[in-house]
């Protein structure tokens, strides 16, 4: 109280005493107002400040999230602030504040990475069991890049799952190179190997090899047995690649390319599609890559085959095989089986999903080639729409038979490893059907 006084005497007195009595109220309140105001101003300024942080993370995750690089962030704010003067012109200044820099962008993504994995790394304290998934490949400038994904749940039977680091390979991409690397991301986030209940890789031999691949010597390191899965997704292309109708495919390639690879070639098809009404716009590109195009490629392409004749014709090119009975039969059956197949890649794909569910999905198509198998032998095409469409008294049964039961066969062999924990899944998926003898 000393001090304050002092301070009153030696630097207001002189300017304040004069006020006496009511005047002197009077000025104290109008001193009170102008404080106010002053905090008014200030509060209105700190809350804009944040607002304009606020925003500019959010601008900064959907960069991130969409892959656009970070100097997009000034394209963005250069559309703010045209919208803002034609809209609000008194947000301009709110506009302008706004921090999207290069620079700002980088460290906003860097302070939500910090974030997420912060979170993540709390969430992780209270997991009872996990297991992780690795992918590895490599990117434009040939770095290996593996990914590691966990899924695991919690004390409150929360089931969580998320992509848990990203390790940047830049030697040899060996087992105990994979190794190395998924060792340092278990200490990273301080992930006990007690509570680690499986593993899912690709099938690369750095992954799968008998004895020196990374899950070998990921089962040598730790001391519990742990379950070992193959990606259930990657399994099922494979068993499609024993479908070897190689004549069938690469002339559809060809012809496709044919088309598509000229400028001139493809305006001029597209044009002939336009001029005969045609529903499809256009052929699509194979792509050997993705499963899911190879299906809409051949579908594609039945479609359009009176329209790709009439084409070739025009450009002089042999059209022979698309009136070959056999070549237009076998396409077809190669449609239907296709569109199969890419109905059970679709089913397997997702965030969420569970083993037990996945393999009944896998389970449940086997069944149904067997099925198919049996239709065919029988001289039955009610399951195959595109081979029904054709004369059926040209159709190899037998052949068609035979490519189901080698589907079948892979089927059976690539997915054993699932068929050793067949109870256990049944168990989760089906508790109260099953033999407790069992």
């Known amino acids: ?79 703010i602030k045209q919208f803002c003067n034609e809209v609000c012109p008194e947000k301009i200044q709110f506009a302008e ?21 912060l979170a993540l790394k709390e969430k992780l304290c209270k997991c009872e069991a996990y297991s992780l998934a690795l992918d590895e490949s490599t990117d434009r400038s040939d770095t290996a890049q593996l990914a590691i994904f966990i899924r695991f749940i919690t004390s409150n039977f929360e089931i969580i799952e ?51 691949g990374f899950v070998a010597l990921f089962k040598k390191s730790i001391n519990h047995n742990i379950l070992s899965y193959h990606c259930i997704i990657h399994q099922e292309q494979l068993c499609a690649k024993v479908l070897k109708m190689k004549e069938v ?9 044919f088309i598509r690879s000229r400028g001139l070639n493809h305006r001029q098809f597209k044009q002939l599609l336009e001029d005969c009404g045609s529903e499809a716009e256009d052929v699509i590109y194979f792509c050997q890559v993705r499963w899911l195009s190879r299906a809409a490629t051949l579908k594609r392409f039945w479609i359009l085959i009176p329209e790709i004749i009439k084409f070739l014709k025009i450009k002089d090119k042999d059209t022979s095989f698309l009136e070959n009975n056999d070549w237009l039969n076998d396409l077809a059956f190669l449609v239907d089986i296709t569109q199969m197949l890419m109905e059970l890649n679709i089913k397997l794909q997702g965030k969420d999903q569970l083993i037990s569910k996945l393999y009944e999905n896998v389970e449940t198509f086997v069944l149904k080639l067997k099925l198919l198998k049996q239709q065919l032998s029988q001289k039955s095409l009610i399951h195959f729409k595109t081979l029904s469409e054709r004369n059926t008294n040209t159709v190899d049964y037998e052949k068609y038979c035979n490519l189901i039961l080698k589907v079948i066969d892979e089927f059976d062999t690539r997915f054993c490893d699932f068929k050793e924990v067949k109870n256990e899944l049944d168990l989760f998926s089906h508790p109260f059907s099953i033999k407790v003898e069992t």
């Open 97 to 117: 504040d706004l921090s999207l820099s290069y620079q700002t962008i980088a460290r906003r993504v860097e302070d939500l990475l910090k974030n997420i994995e």
């Open 1 to 79: 109280m000393y001090n304050v006084n002092r301070h009153y005497t030696t630097k207001h007195a002189a300017t304040y005493d004069k006020f006496k009595g009511q005047f002197r109220v009077a000025k104290v309140e109008l001193l009170k107002k102008n404080f106010i105001g002053q905090q008014s101003i200030m509060k209105s300024k700190v809350i804009s400040s944040y607002s304009a942080t606020k925003i500019s993370f959010l601008i900064a995750e959907n960069i991130a999230k969409s892959g656009q690089p970070f100097s997009t962030g000034d394209l963005i704010k250069n559309s």
């Open 249 to 257: 495919v690469e002339i559809v390639i060809q012809t496709v390319n």
């Open 162 to 212: 998320e992509l848990l680091d990203f390790r940047h390979m830049k030697g040899t991409t060996k087992g105990e190179d994979i190794l190395s690397e998924v060792k340092k991301t278990m200490i990273k986030f301080d992930l006990p190997e007690t509570k680690l209940s499986g593993v899912t890789t690709d099938g690369a031999s750095s992954m799968k090899g008998k004895n020196i």
